[in-house]
């Protein structure tokens, strides 16, 4: 899953259909060093801009940092959803990226159309304590909701305002995944 941008940029992500076993038999998952899913990107990134000629890049491990939001509103399917969080005609809410390849010269997109104009948008209200009311997403209220007893839901599951989305539904995560992710945003 990915995006591609004017600059010939690949954006990579990850397919949560698959992702969670692949990263979990990998030597990073099984080593108890910090940053096992960095660590993993950066392997198989590398691995794969070397066979494909390009240069990885990451959204992690900076400064530098890399723009990946501003790419990824570039890129040919993705934009920017009611909640303010990237949504992709394929993964919906679930779009995230783990790098990126830079080819030299132009890549080709595909060309698609983002899914919110025709979407009644139930990502709006599904937040429990609406974190993504206002225009901005206040972190500090998700964070406090998820490590309360009643963010459970949020903290076992993933984020109820991405699983509200329609588009992308059989991309959420598995719960191992989701926990994980949780327990990152956390600080855990």
Do not use: K
């Not at 890049?57 to 939001?69: A, C, S």
């Not at 974190?131 to 901005?136: I, K, T, V, Y």
């Not at 588009?167 to 995944?177: C, K, L, M, S, Y």
């Amino acid at each position: 899953m990915g995006g591609v941008t004017a600059e010939g940029l690949v954006l990579v992500g990850p397919d949560n259909r698959r992702f969670w076993s692949l990263f979990s038999a990998s030597p990073e998952a099984q080593d108890g060093a910090p940053d096992p899913i960095d660590r993993w990107s950066r392997r198989i990134l590398r691995t794969l801009a070397e066979e494909l000629s390009a240069e990885a890049l990451f959204p992690f491990g900076g400064p530098p940092w890399h723009p990946f939001i501003g790419w990824a509103l570039e890129a040919d399917h993705i934009t920017q959803s009611p909640i303010g969080l990237l949504v992709s005609q394929e993964a919906g809410l679930w779009v995230s990226f783990r790098g990126a390849l830079r080819f030299e010269g132009s890549v080709e997109a595909r060309a698609a159309e983002p899914p919110c104009p025709a979407c009644p948008a139930p990502c709006t209200t599904a937040c429990p304590v609406g974190a993504f009311g206002g225009g901005a997403y206040d972190v500090e209220t998700c964070r406090a909701h998820v490590r309360s007893p009643a963010g459970s839901a949020c903290r076992d599951g993933g984020c109820l305002a991405r699983h509200a989305c329609p588009v992308g539904a059989d991309f959420a995560p598995p719960p191992a995944q989701a926990h994980h992710h949780m327990g990152s945003f956390l600080g855990e």
